[in-house]
């Protein structure tokens, strides 16, 4: 079996190219920084704390990765290792190693990562909230969800056990 499950962050935005042919595919190649588990933090040593893992996303999830992954977006990747190689114009040969993407998915709220990354759009965001009417804004938790308004009955919300 081989199977891969990463969780990382993308190290610079994804590198997009189209495939040429009767059927144009979008491939999309970006970095995960992977921490590596058990290092401690701060080791003054020098050592490497996170693992660079090369990704490879074909057709639509190269064309979600284009559309909404930035550099420093926090991801859930699941694939496959593969191997290749080839010769390089010096006549040497370069082994690959790539995880070939089949499915991807944040790993954290736009809340979240807009404060990991000091993103402007966030505090925009925020300003604009805090502008609009308390009745018709619902409190934030800062967990990414939402408490429910008053006077809404959560009796007939679908996620509600039996």
Same mark, same amino acid.
């Not at 933090?41 to 996303?57: E, H, L, P, R």
């Not at 402007?120 to 805090?130: A, H, V």
């Given at each position: 079996m081989n199977k891969v499950i990463l969780c990382g962050r993308l190290t610079k935005d994804p590198d997009i190219r189209y495939s040429q042919g009767d059927r144009q595919m979008a491939i999309a190649r970006y970095t995960l920084a992977v921490d590596r588990r058990g290092r401690r933090q701060g080791? /003054? /040593?020098g050592s490497q704390t996170a693992d660079f893992i #090369?990704?490879?996303a074909f057709d639509r999830a190269a064309e979600f990765a284009e559309k909404y992954l930035r #550099? @420093?977006?926090k991801m859930i990747v699941t694939g496959r290792i593969q191997t290749g190689s080839y010769t390089n114009r010096e006549g040497q040969r370069v082994y690959t190693t790539d995880v070939v993407v089949e499915e991807q998915e944040f790993a954290e709220s736009k809340n979240a990562a807009s404060q990991n990354t000091g993103s402007t759009f966030s505090s925009n965001f925020q300003q604009r909230e805090s502008q +609009? %009417? +308390?009745a018709e +804004? +619902? $409190?934030d938790t800062g967990d990414g969800f939402m408490n429910l %308004? $008053? @006077?809404v009955d959560d009796e007939g919300l679908p996620f509600n056990s039996i």
């Amino acid at each position: 079996m081989n199977k891969v499950i990463l969780c990382g962050r993308l190290t610079k935005d994804p590198d997009i190219r189209y495939s040429q042919g009767d059927r144009q595919m979008a491939i999309a190649r970006y970095t995960l920084a992977v921490d590596r588990r058990g290092r401690r933090q701060g080791n /003054d /040593d020098g050592s490497q704390t996170a693992d660079f893992i #090369q990704c490879v996303a074909f057709d639509r999830a190269a064309e979600f990765a284009e559309k909404y992954l930035r #550099q @420093g977006t926090k991801m859930i990747v699941t694939g496959r290792i593969q191997t290749g190689s080839y010769t390089n114009r010096e006549g040497q040969r370069v082994y690959t190693t790539d995880v070939v993407v089949e499915e991807q998915e944040f790993a954290e709220s736009k809340n979240a990562a807009s404060q990991n990354t000091g993103s402007t759009f966030s505090s925009n965001f925020q300003q604009r909230e805090s502008q +609009a %009417p +308390a009745a018709e +804004a +619902a $409190e934030d938790t800062g967990d990414g969800f939402m408490n429910l %308004p $008053e @006077g809404v009955d959560d009796e007939g919300l679908p996620f509600n056990s039996i």
